[in-house]
């Protein structure tokens, strides 16, 4: 059976997950299968690790963004609204049962001014 119709029988949502696994080197780490992931979500990974926990939520044109040894940790049901963006350079912990507002930009930088 080819790739192409396997994926076509997942639900959108699921196949929305396996490709930012497979796109960002594995290094999406999921807790379980049971994410819900909006159109045009973006997950860039370099060497840290973007972990999603159980029964996340993220909504249209969120973007979770791990530079260099960056980690992103979302909590158990957590949801994230549309147009956010989640940026980390070193560490970003998002706790259990949050809900982030549409949006949202965090970032934790280590530059100077």
Do not use: W
């Amino acid at each position: 059976m080819s790739h192409k119709k396997i994926y076509s029988k997942l639900p959108f949502y699921i196949f929305r997950l396996l490709r930012a696994i497979l796109y960002s080197s594995g290094r999406v780490k999921v807790k379980s299968p049971l994410q819900l992931i909006g159109k045009d979500c973006t997950f860039d990974v370099e060497d840290g690790y973007i972990i999603l926990g159980r029964r996340c939520k993220l909504a249209n044109r969120v973007s979770l963004v791990a530079f260099g040894k960056g980690c992103i940790n979302l909590g158990t049901r957590t949801f994230i609204n549309e147009n956010s963006r989640i940026v980390a350079m070193d560490k970003i912990n998002i706790g259990d049962d949050c809900l982030i507002g549409d949006s949202v930009s965090m970032y934790d930088h280590d530059h100077e001014h």
